[in-house]
């Protein structure tokens, strides 16, 4: 250990009378599989312990059924009943020798109450999230006594399950311990509101009352936004955010700090990059002697060790990077620090949260699935017939997986790909403004390949039907991917856009080609130059593409006008926690966006536009169009060849774009899926997965 330029984190840490391993510091963090799918959660956070990460926590864990977070999938302990359901991740993890966290959380506000149909306490009456016109019971002081024994018995029923770490959470303004902190949300006239002293007064009883329960043997910590980014509306690093951190700095075992909301704390990478929070966070250490945690989507050893010996944190907290790489601490630890598989910064993870469905990661195809079906983030089952040999035809984000887990079970593989560049997708998109950090999807990959003799890649081979049947392979998956649609077809037009054959309509594909990039489906005539002057970017794609050509466009010199179908600008960014910073940046960028809008036609220098809310036509000067609607499956090749299943070929399957588009995430997810399957039957109706 002594080599190991990165030996510090490997120390233990004293935190309070427990003591973590070393310094990799799992924080808590949402899965959407919560009390719903309690084999699925154990299973998941215990490879996270396999993996070394010191610590593993819940995630957000209700207290009482008065604060019941449905349809989202948290943590429950809520009574004695949801004891074994939370045992069973304490004992995955100890199993590990790792220490278990829970983070309880009285949300207050921000419950809707949907499953149980109780009224939440809150600081005030307030409404509760996502415009439902419900609203919260203003807490009297009888009502904060109950709602402190109720936080003193979930902690000691967490205790029960077997935790080492008990949280009091007042973070993300997801929690009644924050609201009350908030001068805007706190307007009380009791002793828990007017000055800061009185505001605070709730979070050092719960966490008086914590550690009086359970502080003999479980460390308490808080959880504490100390900036909401807000500037002078919000609490700030150098106003309140600091004055709390004062007044309570002995009190915790342990301060896990952070920025709020969540769309700041779990910053997309498009707008926030490694160790952005340790602007915000690092005067707390100066005011506590107790241990510190702090994220910032660290994927590089060399930025946790910066943070430690410049005494930002003593615990490298993390929740993404520890999804995309449950064992990043066990590579760096073994020194083979270019297998980490870093997190892109997407969060496609925290969008399973928000549609309420099992977690998901875009680099981690086993993340979710460790238990329904048995899939290890590091190992594979072998192969059955290791000298049978496959072909991938395509190298994006499918091919490139399947090829990596088919060369992992010991297969022969032949990867091809048309272009020079392998990565498909995710090459072209990594050169879009911010979306640098796409392209490890296909870095990792190549690293892996790389190291397997039993691989063979061949860039700049695009493959015919002949082709692949004269190569001779009797086992063939397809993974050539899609294209984007020219003619404005999607969501909102079921039918092509009149004048969209003018040469200035482009799509995104154009915009990435480059002049020497070969991209199928590119128009020729436009490949490797922009638009120019005032530009309509129509999306009815609702994610990042047509926001991040908008801000292309706009660094290459346009006036662009971003015209959504949809009531908002990047509608299912929402769910990745981008949306706000879309907004932000756009409005930042001088771009005018108008959403409840459709292109109803193109034409020579001009496009009319439909406002579908007032039903009003209006015409738009612009010399260009982009039309970012559907895509197209490139599935030419597999439709050609499947005819010949038994007869040519022994088994054809395609995956990816090339069977449907989708984000990257599932492209991954469908590589890693039919490399997992190869040579089983899947023929069967019921799914191929275990059910809790
Ligand atoms: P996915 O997200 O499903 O992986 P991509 O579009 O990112 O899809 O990647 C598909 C890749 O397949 C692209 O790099 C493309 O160049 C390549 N490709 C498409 N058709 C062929 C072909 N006939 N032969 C070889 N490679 C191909
Ligand atoms: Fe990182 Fe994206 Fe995976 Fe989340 S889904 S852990 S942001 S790579």
């Not at 002697?289 to 989507?297: T, W």
């Not at 875009?362 to 089952?381: F, V, Y």
């Not at 005018?592 to 406002?611: K, S």
């Not at 399957?653 to 590589?671: C, H, K, L, M």
């Amino acid at each position: 250990m002594s080599e190991n330029p990165y030996a510090i984190l490997f120390e233990p840490v004293q935190i309070g009378p427990v003591t973590a391993p070393n310094r990799f510091y799992q924080v808590p963090h949402c899965n959407g599989m919560g009390y719903r799918l309690p084999q699925s959660l154990a299973a998941m956070r215990g490879v996270k312990a396999e993996g070394g990460w010191g610590v593993v926590c819940t995630e957000e864990t209700e207290i009482h059924y008065t604060s019941d977070l449905s349809p989202s999938m948290e943590g429950r302990l809520w009574d004695d009943g949801d004891i074994p359901n939370m045992a069973r991740m304490t004992e995955a993890v100890h199993a590990h020798g790792a220490l278990a966290g829970v983070e309880l959380v009285y949300s207050g506000q921000h419950a809707r109450n949907f499953n149980t149909r109780a009224v939440a306490f809150g600081v005030d009456s307030f409404s509760v999230p996502e415009y439902f016109p419900a609203q919260t019971r203003m807490a009297d002081k009888e009502d904060l006594r109950t709602l402190r024994r109720w936080h003193r018995n979930a902690a000691i029923r967490a205790k029960q399950a077997g935790f080492d770490i008990i949280y009091t959470y007042a973070a993300h303004r997801l929690s009644l311990p924050m609201f009350m902190l908030l001068s805007r949300y706190n307007t009380r006239t009791d002793e828990y509101g007017g000055s800061l002293q009185n505001r605070v007064r709730f979070l050092r009883e719960l966490l008086e009352d914590t550690l009086e329960a359970v502080g003999d043997t479980c460390a308490v910590a808080l959880r504490l936004a100390v900036d909401e980014l807000l500037g002078e509306d919000g609490l700030t690093r150098d106003g309140e955010g600091k004055e709390i951190v004062a007044m309570l700095a002995e009190l915790p075992d342990l301060w896990d700090v952070n920025v709020s909301d969540w769309s700041n704390d779990s910053g997309p990478s498009r707008f926030m990059k490694e160790g952005y929070q340790e602007q915000y966070i690092s005067f707390v250490k100066g005011l506590t002697s107790k241990p510190v945690v702090g994220v910032g989507r660290y994927t590089s050893p060399e930025a946790m060790v910066s943070a430690v010996q410049q005494g930002v944190m003593d615990l490298i907290g993390s929740a993404r990077p520890s999804i995309a790489d449950p064992f990043l601490p066990e590579k760096i630890r073994t020194g083979q620090v270019e297998d980490i598989r870093e997190c892109i910064g997407c969060n496609i993870c925290a969008s399973a949260d928000n549609v309420g469905v099992p977690i998901r990661c875009t680099q981690n195809p086993t993340m979710g699935e460790e238990w329904r079906r048995s899939w290890h983030p590091e190992r594979i089952p072998a192969a059955k017939k290791a000298e049978k040999a496959v072909l991938v035809v395509g190298g994006g984000p499918a091919g490139l997986e399947c090829a990596r887990a088919l060369g992992q079970r010991g297969y022969q593989v032949t990867l091809t790909e048309a272009r020079r560049e392998l990565g498909g997708r995710v090459q072209l998109e990594a050169d879009l403004p911010g979306l640098q950090e796409w392209r490890r999807v296909a870095d990792w990959r190549l690293t892996q390949i790389e190291k397997l003799p039993n691989v063979e890649v061949y860039p700049g081979s695009e493959m015919t039907a002949e082709d692949v049947r004269e190569a001779g392979f009797e086992d063939v998956i397809v993974a050539t991917g899609a294209r984007w649609r020219r003619d404005g077809v999607g969501r909102s037009l079921r039918s092509p856009i009149p004048g969209h054959a003018w040469k200035e309509v482009y799509t995104p594909d154009d915009l990435m080609a480059g002049a020497d990039r070969e991209v199928a489906g590119v128009n020729r005539e436009v490949a490797g130059r922009l638009p120019q002057g005032r530009v309509v970017v129509f999306d009815d794609d609702h994610y990042y593409m047509g926001s991040v050509l908008a801000e292309l466009l706009v660094g290459a010199g346009c006036e662009v006008t971003l015209v959504t179908p949809a009531p908002q600008i990047a509608l299912w960014s929402q769910y990745t926690l981008e949306q706000p910073h879309i907004l932000r940046r756009m409005k930042q960028l001088g771009v005018t966006m108008l959403p409840n809008t459709t292109l109803a036609e193109i034409e020579p220098g001009a496009v009319r536009l439909h406002n579908t809310l007032h039903a009003k036509d209006t015409g738009w000067m612009c010399d260009g169009v982009v039309l970012v609607t559907n895509r197209i499956s490139n599935d030419g090749l597999y439709r050609d060849l499947r005819g010949e299943v038994g007869t040519t070929f022994n088994s054809l399957r395609v995956i990816g774009d090339a069977e449907a588009p989708n984000i990257i995430a599932q492209a991954v997810f469908s590589g890693h899926l039919a490399a997992q399957e190869f040579e089983e039957d899947v023929t069967g109706d019921a799914p191929n997965f275990r059910r809790e």
